[in-house]
């Protein structure tokens, strides 16, 4: 009943007395008893009301879980496209001639023929960049073999560098050898897509099929590479040798005719559409003529040629070296156009992988907004925790608890309350990751940072949503504490 006494009381506080639980015999406060207390206290007070605290943390929950759920989605979208692109070659890069243009009309691409053997055996040659160099010519036909009939989806032809340039391995047989490739042999690779649909589950190992008219021995079953960034599907495929293709199934005929006399009208050019013709079908054109309407011909050209610079930082470099080495063999200006394209998968693993960062960032950010709603609904039941709680507080004040006391007993309650929701949410989201794999097939990925992540931000929720019901605990007067009903 002394002043002093009195003015302690008002303060929140009562005179520290000997056998007061909070303190030893000794007067030392032993800090890890008073902690475990506080926490034993914090737990109960939970406990008390378990249907209120899984609602309360039901927020944290749900946002956690979200936030798991979507960076393993994005993570495993990142992966899926850098699978993608990887299959279509380790930092490949794919040279073909560019289009032309006659009275305002674009031909496309390989509208003229400005590619060759030698131009891919110079940039084989005098390109230090570069590991492999393939070249190959495209054909379009339907493979044949017994009573079924297959259009596949590309047939190539090119020399056995392509598989090392396209990363691709041979799952069942052998592929064929640059011996194939000098004697124009009669072999084939096949994809797995068109090993399925002409020969089902039977193997297709040295069986002749027919490529329009001309028969080709199965000596390879090419590994499943699935579909490609756009969507194609890779294995619908069928692999030869380029003379092959170039001069027994497509019919081409070698000739030492080049662009520049070509398009003046040599062997192959319109004067001679007819051969043994005498007079000529049409005139000769004049110089003028012949350098403003070039001729659109055909001879022993390439389609494209596919080159592998071994890592993506090799690629700025072999590219200056392929546009230097082709702008020279093929005599352009410098104020002269390119008469090819170069064209590399890095910009396209770039954008798609940008696409994807962005799309998780945006569901990242819806997910961190139900988390703030969470840490908001959190504040709002702690709040009126402490009101239902207020006779309760005042009693453990009068007893001699301090203000820091009731502090951190609130803290502790609102940490727990976020924790228990982040970890039943990183649990609940990597069920969902998983059910999404396995009812939807959509990759994911198991995203350890995202996990370690989500606790701390649980603790971090806790703490700067729980502070302020806690701050105003202990700043309640004991008297008018006790006083309230």
Known sequence: GSPSQGARIARGRLPNLPHTPEIQPHGKPDRIKHAARTVSMAMHALRRNVMRSVLTCLGIVIGIAAVIAMMELGAGSSRSIQQAIASLGAAMIQIDPASISMGGVSSGSG?????????????????????????????????????????????????????????????????????????????????????????????????????????????????????????????????????????RVTGDRYTETSPASASAGGATGRNNTYPGQTPPLYPPQVASKQTDTPQLVRFSDLNDIWVSAGSPANIPQAIREVTAVLRDRHHLQPDSPDDFRIRDHTEIAQTFASTSQVMTNLLLVVALISLAVGGVGIMNIMLVSVTERTREIGL??????????????????????????????????????????????????????????????????????????????????????????
């Open 111 to 247: 509208g003229r023929a400005t590619l060759t053997m030698e131009d891919a055996d110079a940039i084989r040659n005098d390109c230090g960049a570069l590991q492999r160099v393939a070249p190959s010519v495209d054909c379009w036909g339907h493979a044949i073999y017994g009573n079924k009939n297959w259009r596949v989806g590309r047939i190539l032809g090119t020399t056995p560098d392509y598989l090392a340039v396209r990363n691709w391995k041979v799952a069942q047989g052998d592929p064929f050898t640059e011996g194939d490739v000098r004697s124009a042999a009669a072999v084939c690779l096949l994809g797995q897509t068109v090993a399925e649909k002409l020969f089902g589950t039977a193997s297709p190992l040295g069986k002749e099929i027919r490529l329009r008219g001309v028969g080709l021995k199965v000596v390879g079953v090419l590994a499943a590479k699935g579909s490609d960034v756009m969507g194609r599907d890779q294995d619908d495929f069928l692999l030869a040798p380029l003379t092959t293709i170039k001069f």
């Open 396 to 485: 453990r004040m009068a007893v001699g608890a301090r203000a820091r006391d009731i502090l951190r007993q609130f803290l502790i309650e609102a940490v727990v309350l976020c924790l228990a929701g982040g970890i039943t949410g990183i649990l609940l989201g990597r069920g969902a990751s998983m059910t999404i794999t396995a009812w939807l097939h959509w990759p994911t990925v198991l995203s350890v940072p995202a996990i370690v992540a989500s606790v701390a931000v649980s603790c971090t929720v806790g703490l700067v949503f729980g502070f302020y019901p806690a701050w105003k605990a202990s700043r309640l007067d004991p008297i008018t504490a006790l006083r309230t009903e």
